[in-house]
Nanobody, 124 residues
Framework: QVQLVESGGGSVQAGGSLRLSCAVA????????MAWFRQAPGKEREKIAG????????YYADSVKGRFTISQDNTKKTLYLQMNSLKPEDTAMYYC?????????????????WGQGTQVTVSS
């Protein structure tokens, strides 16, 4: 059974940092496309970063490029999102998700497996 469990969210002041984690279970012998999405109140869910270890590819939205880094520890079966230089507009619920498509297209409709989300709040 596939399970994705996020942690690491919280409240931080603008300019601060947070590291989100996503514990991944259930993909034995499979290397899925992994991504982080976020959704702010009243807005659509937005893809912000993705990684595919099998092909060495990654994706970043322009809004987070240079500030956020996605990484994956296959030994610990954990996906990370290091977020630096946080801004109030980064405030949202953050979700990790997995997609078994190949190649990774980073299309939200392809992501069938989702975590429950972790809240990030950035104050000015």
């Amino acid at each position: 059974q596939v399970q994705l469990v996020e942690s690491g969210g919280g409240s931080v002041q603008a300019g601060g940092s947070l590291r989100l984690s996503c514990a991944v279970a259930g993909f034995t012998g499979i290397n899925p496309c992994m991504a982080w999405f976020r959704q702010a109140p009243g807005k659509e869910r937005e893809k912000i970063a993705g990684i595919f270890e099998g092909g060495g590819s990654s994706y970043y939205a322009d809004s987070v490029k240079g500030r956020f880094t996605i990484s994956q520890d296959n030994t610990k079966k954990t996906l990370y999102l290091q977020m630096n230089s946080l801004k109030p507009e980064d405030t949202a619920m953050y979700y990790c998700a997995a997609d078994l498509s190949f190649p990774c297209i980073w299309r939200i409709s392809d992501f069938k497996y989702w975590g429950q989300g972790t809240q990030v709040t950035v104050s000015s």
